[in-house]
Nanobody, 116 residues
Framework: QVQLVESGGGLVQPGGSLRLSCAAS????????MRWYRQAPGKERELVAV????????DFADSVKGRFTISRDNAKNTMYLQMTSLKPEDTAVYYC?????????WGQGTQVTVSS
């Protein structure tokens, strides 16, 4: 079965950096576009970043462009989100996602808190 496991979240000061990881299993990781989403308290889940199956194309929400980088290692079945210049408004639970055979799959999420 499809499993997505996020890690790397934590508490960081404004201006700091974090790298999130998403370990995937149960499907052919290298064949699928992958996404990072986030959900802040009281807000809807929003798309943060997308990376194509080969990793040759990426896209980002306007709110994180220039600060976040998405990447993947298909040999390790792992996706990453490098977050820099973090702001308090980046505080959220971050989820990795794959859309496969007509449905979305989600990890359990990892909490990122940006606060001084």
């Amino acid at each position: 079965q499809v499993q997505l496991v996020e890690s790397g979240g934590g508490l960081v000061q404004p201006g700091g950096s974090l790298r999130l990881s998403c370990a995937a299993s149960g499907f052919t990781f290298s064949a699928y576009t992958m996404r990072w989403y986030r959900q802040a308290p009281g807000k809807e889940r929003e798309l943060v970043a997308v990376i194509t199956s080969a990793g040759d194309s990426t896209d980002f929400a306007d709110s994180v462009k220039g600060r976040f980088t998405i990447s993947r290692d298909n040999a390790k079945n792992t996706m990453y989100l490098q977050m820099t210049s973090l702001k308090p408004e980046d505080t959220a639970v971050y989820y990795c996602n794959v859309y496969r055979i007509w449905r979305d799959y989600w990890g359990q999420g990892t909490q990122v808190t940006v606060s001084s």
